[in-house]
T-cell receptor, first 112, second 109 residues
Framework: EADIYQTPRYLVIGTGKKITLECSQTMGHDKMYWYQQDPGMELHLIHYSYGVNSTEKGDLSSESTVSRIRTEHFPLTLESARPSHTSQYLC???????????FGPGTRLLVL | GQNIDQPTEMTATEGAIVQINCTYQ??????LFWYQQHAGEAPTFLSY????GLEEKGRFSSFLSRSKGYSYLLLKELQMKDSASYLCAVWNAGNMLTFGGGTRLMVKP
């Protein structure tokens, strides 16, 4: 079983607020990922990191930003939340081989 | 580009066997994953195929044919708790996972 955590699990916030979604893993995995998933829809990769100080944008364009200062943390930030950002955000990590990705429980974000 | 196709929905009866198909066209191929995702929850890893053939793991088996760009997930002795979405995902040459839209399986008594 993977040890990957996300906080908060649920967040309701007003338009224009700055938010940071936390993701941490205790497995020492080099690779970490952020996905966005609307209800009943497919997962879309928005950011990934292959190690400390490495971040890349994924397939789906996103107004969010990420940082990777420590191996275990991969926070995602929205500088100014909008209703269009309402979605579920899933963090995942994988080992050096980059094969199996293990997912955190997700953060459900609602922007009013 | 990436193209991963799987049926949107399937229905099966408790105790039966169901096969969920996945076809893919990707730029490079390093392996194929199946994940299970219950409504409102995160995906959980089920299987990984990198070579052709069948991988069996308890009630679940996964098959891969790289030449045909085809995989299936076989679920035996279906239980009500197997009602979930099943996601096919390809690990491509860019070392990224691309997910299909998922197949929502409903198991009925």
């Amino acid at each position: 079983e993977a040890d990957i955590y996300q906080t908060p699990r649920y967040l309701v916030i007003g338009t224009g607020k700055k938010i940071t979604l936390e993701c941490s893993q205790t497995m020492g995995h080099d690779k970490m990922y952020w996905y966005q998933q609307d209800p009943g829809m497919e997962l879309h990769l928005i950011h990934y990191s292959y190690g400390v100080n490495s971040t890349e944008k994924g397939d789906l364009s996103s107004e969010s930003t990420v940082s990777r200062i420590r191996t275990e943390h991969f926070p995602l930030t929205l500088e100014s939340a909008r209703p269009s950002h309402t979605s579920q955000y899933l963090c995942a990590s994988s080992g050096a081989g980059g094969e199996t990705q293990y997912f955190g429980p997700g953060t459900r974000l609602l922007v009013l | 580009g990436q193209n991963i196709d799987q049926p949107t929905e399937m229905t099966a009866t408790e105790g039966a066997i169901v096969q969920i198909n996945c076809t893919y066209q990707t730029s490079g191929f390093n392996g194929l994953f199946w994940y299970q995702q219950h409504a409102g929850e995160a995906p959980t890893f089920l299987s990984y195929n990198v070579l052709d053939g069948l991988e069996e793991k308890g009630r679940f088996s996964s098959f891969l044919s790289r030449s045909k760009g085809y995989s299936y997930l076989l679920l035996k002795e279906l239980q009500m708790k197997d009602s979930a979405s099943y996601l096919c995902a390809v690990w491509n040459a860019g070392n990224m996972l691309t997910f299909g839209g998922g197949t929502r399986l409903m198991v009925k008594p």
